[in-house]
């Protein structure tokens, strides 16, 4: 019996070492793990494929609404989180609320810190909130993360006037005016024409703008027009005669009764209308106006420069064409900073009386007044 139970436990033995020498499949060894490239790998759960990080969004802020239908997104440049590197472009993405996309700006070139893409005009809609993010992209292979997402509402239509402490929007085409208007005739869809030298309209801005744009479209300069010294536009501090007021500001289109009809003249008043070395007069400018035409007419100043142009215009679209006048002039090394800043269509009745006011028969339309930095609503 101890024999056979020992026969048993020999032959138990044998059959395990040969099931364990017969057997030739072996386990291959591990394959060696490859380092994965430092800039770009396989995409991760964001979709990203490029080792760099999320822009960060700067402006306009998150829940703010802005002035104008093409607000200009900014963002502070994304950096490489292994490898120096630069990111060249950038993709900027708009989207409704309901998340679809409204707008996808395409590669765009990076700033030195910062990088801005203006949203074009015709793509937004008027008092809408959108969201946008921004992400490094080089083509569909090399994309970084998206950044975090902003909201902005955009501001009320072209028809509809606004104003804030930068920035004025008065179409004229509705039939009223945002500014306080004297003896003028509106018309819709059309504008407000001034009716005599003593029509106006004032705008009381909510602060001073020591540097920025003042624009409108404008019908029928003609150069013959009733009046001496009359101005298509001006500006001063608070009310006073504008004549002698320290921040005259004044364009002025002469009429029938000067010597030279049709010309074109700026007087800046930069502080003291008693010092002679604080008025500057620009040189007599004979654009070749002609009535029954359609105008663009942009001042900008700031940093002691001022600068005058006007161009054709389709009173229509908007359209810009051809440059009727460019002039470029300084006022010294003074800031102009009127206080309060009051601006006008045309131009209150002063001592020198209604002939040098306003110019009379002229119709005006989509006005701006503008702190640098901002844009006319209509993306002119």
Same mark, same amino acid.
């Given at each position: 019996?101890?024999?056979? =139970?020992?026969?048993?436990?020999?032959?138990?033995?044998?059959?395990?070492?040969?099931?364990?020498?017969? @057997?030739?499949?072996?386990?291959?060894?591990?394959?060696?793990?490859?380092? %994965?490239?430092?800039?770009?790998? !396989?995409?991760?759960?964001?979709?990203?494929?490029?080792?760099?990080?999320?822009?960060?969004?700067?402006?306009? !802020?998150?829940?703010?609404?802005?002035?104008?239908?093409?607000?200009?997104?900014?963002?502070?440049?994304?950096?490489?989180?292994? $490898?120096?590197?630069?990111?060249?472009?950038?993709?900027?993405?708009?989207?409704?609320? %309901?998340?679809?996309?409204?707008?996808?700006?395409?590669?765009?070139? %990076?700033?030195? !810190?910062?990088?801005?893409? *203006?949203?074009?005009?015709?793509?937004?809609?008027?008092?809408? /909130?959108?969201?946008?993010?921004?992400?490094?992209?080089?083509?569909?292979?090399?994309?970084?993360?998206?950044?975090? /997402?902003?909201?902005?509402?955009?501001?009320?239509?072209?028809?509809?006037?606004?104003?804030?402490?930068?920035?004025?929007?008065?179409?004229?085409?509705?039939? =009223?005016?945002?500014?306080?208007? %004297?003896?003028?005739?509106?018309?819709?869809?059309?504008?407000?024409?001034?009716?005599?030298?003593?029509?106006?309209?004032?705008?009381?801005?909510?602060?001073?703008?020591?540097?920025?744009?003042?624009?409108?479209?404008?019908?029928?300069?003609?150069?013959?027009? $009733?009046?001496?010294?009359?101005?298509?536009?001006?500006?001063?501090?608070?009310?006073?005669?504008?004549?002698?007021?320290?921040? *005259?500001?004044?364009?002025?289109?002469? @009429?029938?009764?000067?010597?030279?009809?049709?010309?074109?003249?700026?007087?800046?008043?930069?502080?003291?209308?008693?010092?002679?070395?604080?008025?500057?007069?620009? !040189?007599?400018?004979?654009?070749?106006?002609? =009535?029954?035409?359609?105008?663009?007419?942009?001042?900008?100043?700031?940093?002691?420069?001022?600068?005058?142009?006007?161009?054709?215009?389709?009173?229509?679209?908007?359209?810009?064409?051809?440059?009727?006048?460019?002039?470029?002039?300084?006022?010294?090394?003074?800031?102009? =900073?009127?206080?309060?800043?009051?601006?006008?269509?045309?131009?209150?009745?002063?001592?020198?009386?209604?002939?040098?006011?306003?110019?009379?028969?002229?119709? $005006?339309?989509?006005?701006?007044?503008?702190?640098? @930095?901002?844009? *006319?609503?209509?993306?002119?």
């Amino acid at each position: 019996m101890q024999k056979k =139970k020992w026969f048993l436990y020999g032959l138990a033995a044998v059959m395990a070492v040969a099931m364990a020498c017969g @057997g030739d499949t072996k386990t291959p060894p591990a394959s060696p793990t490859i380092a %994965a490239d430092s800039t770009t790998d !396989a995409a991760s759960a964001d979709g990203s494929t490029w080792k760099i990080t999320a822009p960060t969004l700067s402006s306009p !802020a998150s829940g703010s609404t802005v002035d104008v239908l093409t607000p200009n997104l900014v963002i502070t440049n994304a950096t490489s989180k292994f $490898v120096a590197q630069s990111i060249p472009t950038y993709r900027f993405v708009v989207l409704s609320a %309901a998340g679809a996309t409204v707008y996808d700006s395409g590669l765009v070139g %990076a700033g030195a !810190a910062l990088t801005g893409h *203006r949203v074009p005009a015709e793509t937004l809609k008027a008092e809408t /909130t959108y969201s946008w993010k921004v992400r490094g992209e080089t083509n569909s292979a090399t994309i970084g993360p998206w950044s975090s /997402t902003f909201t902005f509402t955009t501001p009320k239509g072209l028809q509809e006037g606004f104003q804030t402490p930068t920035t004025l929007w008065d179409p004229l085409t509705n039939q =009223k005016s945002f500014g306080t208007a %004297a003896n003028m005739e509106f018309t819709k869809d059309v504008g407000a024409r001034t009716v005599s030298n003593e029509s106006n309209i004032r705008y009381d801005l909510l602060q001073t703008i020591n540097a920025g744009e003042f624009s409108f479209f404008v019908y029928n300069l003609n150069p013959l027009s $009733v009046g001496d010294k009359t101005k298509l536009m001006s500006m001063q501090e608070g009310t006073s005669d504008i004549t002698t007021n320290d921040y *005259r500001f004044t364009v002025e289109k002469r @009429g029938g009764s000067y010597v030279a009809p049709g010309q074109v003249r700026i007087r800046i008043i930069a502080g003291d209308a008693e010092d002679h070395g604080r008025i500057f007069d620009s !040189a007599p400018l004979q654009p070749p106006l002609v =009535k029954a035409v359609w105008y663009f007419v942009r001042l900008t100043w700031g940093s002691s420069r001022a600068r005058l142009q006007i161009f054709n215009a389709d009173g229509t679209t908007g359209a810009l064409g051809s440059s009727v006048l460019d002039y470029d002039m300084g006022y010294g090394s003074y800031t102009y =900073k009127p206080v309060p800043h009051t601006a006008w269509i045309g131009a209150p009745v002063g001592r020198a009386g209604s002939q040098d006011a306003s110019v009379p028969n002229m119709t $005006v339309k989509w006005v701006w007044i503008g702190a640098s @930095g901002t844009k *006319r609503p209509d993306g002119k």
